[in-house]
């Protein structure tokens, strides 16, 4: 259902290296670029990742209670992508570990303070 995410970001080239770092420890790349939005995913066929500078020209605020969901192959792959995130300057939010039911995550907020996780379910 979804074709992508967007977050907005208030230092551009900021986000764009630390999303093209993140995104390519995971196999992913840019896919879609114009001077204000960015693509990451591995095809526009399937769900990608965006960012963008606010269109209304206003400052990029963190929504309260907005989350994107990464999902990963594995718990390893979880724990990867948590510590890759952190190196690159992103905050905890909550350690990777079982959440209950099958459901493994590590959380972080991003340069901008948009909040994500990475998930495994198995």
Avoid: H, Q
């Amino acid at each position: 259902m979804i074709g992508y995410t967007t977050l907005g970001t208030n230092d551009f080239d900021r986000a764009c290296r630390f999303y093209d770092e993140l995104f390519s420890s995971i196999g992913e790349k840019r896919i879609m670029e114009i001077e204000n939005f960015v693509v990451w995913g591995t095809s526009m066929a399937e769900a990608g990742f965006s960012i963008t500078r606010p269109f209304n020209g206003e400052a990029a605020t963190v929504g309260n209670g907005v989350m994107i969901a990464l999902l990963m192959p594995s718990t390893e792959a979880v724990d990867a992508l948590y510590a890759k995130a952190l190196e690159l300057g992103a905050s905890d939010e909550g350690a990777p570990g079982s959440r209950g039911d099958g459901f493994y995550a590590g959380y972080f907020r991003d340069l901008d303070g948009n909040k994500l996780n990475a998930f495994y379910m198995g």
